[in-house]
């Protein structure tokens, strides 16, 4: 069973950053395709960025591509998800979602799920 940790979310102005962090707690995590997913009020969940098990694969929603940068760091058993230019519409609660040898390719996620974290971007 894998279970996963997100942070780094926050309350931040328009144009600012944060980075989210994702930690698992298998030492295996390096096999685990990861995606981050985001959910904001009234809205269906949605695909926002994702790794492959490899790492050598990003993949990056319409919407946050140029934007958004998606990272891991097997030694901390950690994927990252480098958000700068923040606009108000991408605040959400954002989702760690990962599988085993998971290319990381838009979908609908894999079988294990993080709790969230929440984004809030002011105008």
């Known amino acids: 069973q894998v279970q996963l940790g997100e942070s780094g979310g926050g309350l931040v102005q328009a144009g600012g950053s944060l980075r989210l962090s994702c930690a698992a707690s298998?030492?295996?995590?390096?096999?685990?395709?990861t995606r981050w997913f985001r959910q904001a009020p009234g809205k269906e969940r949605e695909f926002v960025a994702g790794?492959?098990?490899?790492?050598?694969?990003?993949y990056y929603a319409a919407s946050v591509k140029g934007r958004f940068t998606i990272s891991r760091n097997n030694a901390k058993n950690t994927v990252y998800l480098q958000m700068n230019s923040l606009k108000p519409e991408d605040t959400a609660v954002y989702y760690c979602?990962?599988?085993?040898?998971?290319?990381?390719?838009?979908?609908?996620?894999?079988?294990?799920w993080g709790q969230g974290t929440q984004v809030t971007v002011s105008s």
């Open positions: 979602n990962a599988d085993l040898y998971g290319t990381g390719v838009p979908g609908t996620g894999g079988n294990y």
């Open positions: 298998v030492r295996t995590f390096s096999s685990y395709g």
């Open positions: 790794i492959s098990w490899t790492g050598s694969g990003t």
